[in-house]
Structures are given as C-alpha cells and as structure tokens.
C-alpha cells in the first residue's frame, strides 16, 4: 500500500505584500546606450522589452528582461536599462513603481568605421538603437 500525503490547504492567507503601481509622470535619459555588439556583428535588428522597478527616489531597484525577438539583445538590453537615468516629472511624495520600457534595434545601411550609433527616446517608453556594422578588415 502507497503511503498516503495529506496536504492542507488554509482557505484564506493573510499578505500584507504591497502592490506596485505603474511609474506616471516620469522621465528617463541615458548617454552610455549600445547596441549588442554581437548582434551589430551579425546585423541582428529587432525588438526587446523590459520591466523596471523604480524606487520612492526613482533610482533602479531592479530590471527583468519581458521579451525578445532575438537572444542576442536581452544582455545588452538589461544593462541599458540598468543606465537609465530617471525624474519623476511632477513634484511631491514618490513610492515604487514599475515601468516597461520597449527597446527597438534597426541596423542601418551601409558600413562605419567609426562605429555609427544613434539613440532616440520616443513615447516616454520607448527607445530606439540605430547603428551601422563596422566595416570589416581584408587580409590579403
């Protein structure tokens, strides 16, 4: 005969766990932004999105990748995030908040040998890499 487990179930727990709210009246910069330098060298364009907590002070408590179009994006993405720079736009008392920001990466065409980068922040959301693939070296 198989041993019998009894799992109880409490009908009701009690959480006292607090409930962030979505980041409002918000604004964000960066100027340490790339592009994932594998996915430059391959000419890898696409989409991720990430989630960030923000404290009571607006500094990053934490940054969770959401999704991706490539694997080749979410790191690079993370730590670009991580740079962000935020201001509540709207004076008084601040709490934590979420915020999901959506990064797009588009190669542009052509080559660079000085390595073309430009970021464009768009919706208050919304952050757009454009980038050039470095022109490559021929040994002969």
Do not use: W
């Not at 052509?110 to 454009?130: C, P």
Request: with cysteine; net charge positive; proline share 4%.
């Amino acid at each position: 005969m198989l041993p019998r487990i009894l799992v109880l179930l409490a009908a009701s727990i009690s959480c006292n766990a607090a409930v962030t709210e979505t980041c409002r009246n918000v604004e964000f910069t960066s100027s340490a932004m790339k592009y994932p330098p594998i996915a430059l060298a391959s000419r890898t364009s696409g989409a991720a999105a990430v989630l960030i907590r923000l404290d009571k002070a607006a500094m990053v408590v934490s940054v969770s990748p959401l999704r991706s179009t490539s694997a080749l994006l979410v790191q690079q993405t993370k730590i670009n995030a991580e740079g962000l720079k935020f201001v509540f736009s709207t004076a008084g008392r601040h709490q934590s908040c979420d915020l999901q920001i959506d990064f797009e990466y588009k190669i542009v065409p052509g080559e660079s040998d000085a390595g073309y980068l430009r970021v464009t922040f768009e919706s208050g959301t919304r952050v757009i890499i454009e980038a050039k693939p470095h022109r490559g070296t021929v040994n002969y």
